[in-house]
């Protein structure tokens, strides 16, 4: 297999900075399309999996899955893309293609899904590098379009706060006049409030920050309630059909759910672990609640959010940073202070 070396950002321990790195890219195989990036969005992610915080991580790590690029070479099979189009990636590079879940287009829930970073690169044996790089090689198969009317930064995060709030809110069914509370205002929650919003929801932002109010409102949310105002949050009690928790750190969640109305489900997106305090039986026993989780979306489903984004003009708010500003990035998102996605304009790697 014949590989190239290509400039990247990333981090060679849990606790070093991010500095440039070279890696190795695969040339194209037959379906592969090789893209070079204009812009990858910071999730979270990137930032627990820069420090190991689930335990899991292989290094190098080199973050970033929400990838926004122009296709510069395709494989001789490639029928999807074509050179010069403009493509996205998000979380997911590969998957076994014949499992239940790959058939049914969830390949986040195939046993072999391979993460655009931290995954397993079949072909070179090494692991996956994200999107902080000159260069991606990717299965067009995990190759997005983008609609032609959006901004080509601020579309990025689509490719996983986008989605990751999306296929919850489809899944559980949201539509006019649904009752959807969203919690933490971050990458996701944004997302999640603009998303909710246009499809008809009624939306409420719970927060620990009141300063975020205005803000959230402006981005669709009907109402702001503070969490740790006990008046705020006993006015809500048994209100909401749908909250999506996008919290990154360990939390009381019990609060949350006796906000939910009868059948009300919560899902879990953001904190990975076991839960603090131990979750409380009776208040879903006494209104056949649920406590439920999600992970990204499949790639129809991927698809289907960038034409619903297309139709209604939704782009992330974003705050384009250069690939040498991405560690005061991860300080400040650990702060809360992120209005509302960094998104590193890639041509700052070339400089
Ligand atoms: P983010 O931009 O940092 O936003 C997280 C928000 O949560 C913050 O803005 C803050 O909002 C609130 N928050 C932060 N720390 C908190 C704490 N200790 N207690 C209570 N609230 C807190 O993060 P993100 O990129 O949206 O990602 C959120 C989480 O989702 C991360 O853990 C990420 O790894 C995970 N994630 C999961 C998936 C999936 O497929 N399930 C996909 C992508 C990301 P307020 O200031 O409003 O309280
Ligand atoms: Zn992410
Ligand atoms: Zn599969």
């Not at 981090?11 to 070079?36: G, H």
Request: hydrophobic fraction near 40%.
């Amino acid at each position: 297999m014949n590989v190239k070396q290509i400039k990247a950002f990333g981090t060679e321990a849990a606790d070093l900075d991010l500095k440039q790195l070279e890696i190795k890219r695969r040339e194209v195989t037959s379906k592969d399309i090789e893209i070079d990036i204009l812009y990858c969005g910071v999730c979270h992610s990137d930032l627990h999996f820069a420090r190991n915080d689930w335990g899991f991580s292989v290094y190098p790590v080199v973050p970033g899955h929400e990838i926004v690029g122009k296709v510069v070479k395709v494989g001789e099979g490639v029928t999807k893309h074509k050179v010069g189009d403009v493509v996205a990636v998000g979380c997911l590079v590969d998957s076994c293609r014949t499992c239940k879940n790959c058939k049914n287009d969830l390949e986040q829930y195939c046993p072999a899904w391979v993460g655009t970073y931290g995954g397993h690169d079949k072909h070179l044996d090494l692991p996956t590098f994200g999107g902080y790089s000159e260069t991606i090689v990717v299965d067009e198969h995990f190759v997005l379009k983008v609609p032609k009317n959006l901004d080509l930064a601020g579309v990025a995060p689509v490719l996983c706060a986008g989605i990751t709030t999306w296929s919850p809110l489809r899944h559980w069914k949201v539509g006019k006049g649904s009752k959807v509370a969203v919690v933490g205002l971050g990458g996701l929650g944004h997302m999640a409030i603009k998303l909710a919003d246009a499809l008809g929801a009624d939306v409420t932002l719970f927060s620990r920050s009141p300063n975020k109010t205005q803000n959230a409102l402006d981005l669709g949310a009907d109402r702001v309630v503070i969490s740790t105002n006990e008046e705020q949050m006993a006015s809500v009690q048994g209100h909401f059909d749908v909250i999506i928790d996008t919290v990154p750190y360990i939390h009381d969640i019990n609060p949350y759910v006796g906000t939910l109305s009868t059948n009300g489900t919560l899902v879990l997106v953001g904190y990975l672990g076991p839960l603090e305090p131990m979750l409380h039986t009776v208040p879903m026993i006494m209104g056949r609640k649920s406590v439920a989780g999600s992970l990204i979306g499949g790639i129809a489903e991927t698809q289907e959010l960038l034409e619903f984004c297309g139709k209604h003009g939704i782009v992330s708010d974003i705050e384009i940073i250069k690939i040498q500003d991405i560690n005061q990035a991860y300080a400040r998102m650990l702060k809360s202070d992120v209005h509302y996605r960094f998104v590193i304009d890639m041509a700052s790697l070339k400089t």
